[in-house]
């Protein structure tokens, strides 16, 4: 089974060095293998370090250039992206560190990440692997409207 990945040009990618990498190595651990899982293993721990390590860093820009305010905004703004980005991708890499071993195929860019995070039903992320989730009173064998 062979899973084609798209180009890298239509892939969006994230306004961080670290979501740049998240991207590299989902794309790469979502092609079936247990080599390619076992890789990413490694490879979403080294981005959670590297990106507290970006955190950092894009937090001194940032503040550095609140001083350029009164002349212009955008080296504000794009340092607001890249700190939320950067931000952002550490609970990401946290999450698909201890998903990796039982998730099919993970969320490869940070667009779909964030949408995913933001959705409210958590429960959603195993979906594609066990199928939509089942209402607990008919798991218990209850009549539909029953009064428990």
């Known amino acids: 089974m062979s899973m084609?990945?798209?180009?890298?040009?239509?892939?969006?990618r994230g306004d961080s060095l670290s979501s740049s990498l998240m991207l590299g190595i989902t794309l790469y651990r979502n092609v079936?293998?247990?080599?390619?899982?076992?890789q990413a293993q490694l490879g979403?721990?080294?981005?959670?370090?590297?990106?507290?390590?970006?955190?950092?860093t894009a937090?001194?820009?940032t503040t550095?250039?609140?001083?350029?305010?009164?002349?212009?905004?955008?080296?504000?703004k794009k340092c607001f992206k890249w700190l939320s980005s950067?931000?952002?991708?550490?609970?990401?890499?946290?999450?698909?560190?201890?998903?990796?071993p039982f998730v099919v195929v993970a969320v490869a860019?940070?667009?779909s990440a964030r949408q995913l995070a933001s959705n409210s039903c958590t429960c959603c992320v195993f979906y594609a692997e066990y199928g939509p989730p089942q209402p607990l009173i008919s798991?218990?064998?209850?009549?539909q409207g029953a009064i428990i």
């Open 4 to 12: 084609s990945v798209p180009p890298l040009s239509d892939i969006p």
């Open 32 to 38: 079936p293998s247990v080599c390619n899982k076992i």
């Open 44 to 56: 979403y721990a080294l981005v959670l370090v590297s990106s507290l390590v970006e955190t950092a």
């Open 59 to 61: 937090l001194a820009f």
């Open 64 to 76: 550095l250039s609140l001083l350029t305010l009164p002349i212009s905004r955008e080296p504000t």
């Open 86 to 100: 950067s931000a952002f991708t550490i609970g990401w890499s946290f999450v698909d560190f201890f998903l990796n």
């Open 109 to 111: 860019d940070e667009k």
């Open 139 to 143: 798991n218990l064998g209850v009549p």
